[in-house]
């Protein structure tokens, strides 16, 4: 993960009871798959924990962070934002200036901020975007869009990453399980 | 989508409560990224309803279906079976032989069947899966799992799919909403 631009995620719209374990994999998948940190707003704070404690025993870095005002963290974002929403334009038509935007594998980066929503995202977040990104136009699952939003910002590289202060690691294997100490 | 094999998901191991919003999100992730059914284990099939409203109002085909005999599906199935684990060999180093076995492209297709779990998966899955897959070797979500492999699966062409039978269109734009009916 060399050259890239700082990535941030933003968790909208948590509902509490209803977005425990959605915001939690939000969280995670931002973590495992090449973002930087996360930043949960409102009560989504509540999943910061179970987050941090992936990263103490599986690696890092990767932070966490809670924002009472999402939408001013969005307004005041230094760099490109993108919301992924189904409502927004396609990502393999938009994914190149994108990246070009943000200046991965270039030496000239911008930090990008990736917004996803739970419940109906404000109308001043499409607003302030300067991408609405739709991993297909189809209701599924902001989980889903994140996923395959970062696994093509980033082309595949996130996945040989490697990670520091692990406490456990787990070697991959054609079937069953193992997880070794790291050396 | 021409000359694909079908391609199913199963989802094991819903915990009733817990996983309601995730078993949700794995379905409609199937439906939209190129699956053309979900199996739901157990007290999972309680989330088939609110999938076949999506298909209803958004397009098709797409099916929903369960079974209470999960292990038998896994074992029974006559094509090629990955499981989706963090376990699992690195997605980058196998999906072009699951591609190559599944005859993406080709006219000999055979039928995947893709599993992934919410709780602890059974060891019976692991042994009967031709491939034991792992998005990272790091702890993040089923549904983002999901996601990258079909992505990679149909190497994007999933997202250029066509919808028969939609009540309503999305129309893709760089800011705001829009909807429409089909022709």
Sequence with gaps: MEET????????????????RTTTHVG?????????RVILAGSGAGRGETI??????????FSVESTDEPIATVENWE???????????PIQEVEGEIRDVAGIGSD??????????????PFDVYEAAAFNVAVTNQPHSEIASLAVFLDRLFEGRE??????????VVVPKAE????????
Excluded at 5 to 20: F, T
Excluded at 28 to 36: F, I, K, N, Y
């Design 52 to 61: 941090e404690d992936i990263t103490d025993r599986f690696g890092g870095p």
């Design 108 to 121: 000239d980066t911008e930090d990008l901020l990736v917004v996803v929503g739970a419940e109906k995202v």
């Design 176 to 183: 069953g399980k193992q997880v070794t100490e790291p050396e």
């Design 28 to 36: 995670l998948t931002a973590r495992a798959l090449g973002a930087d």
């Design 79 to 89: 760099g490109p934002v993108v919301h992924l929403t189904m409502y927004g334009l």
């Design 5 to 20: 631009p700082e990535v941030a995620v933003l968790r909208l719209g948590h509902r509490p009871g209803r977005d425990e």
């Design 159 to 168: 996945l040989d990453r490697e990670w520091t202060n692990a406490q456990q």
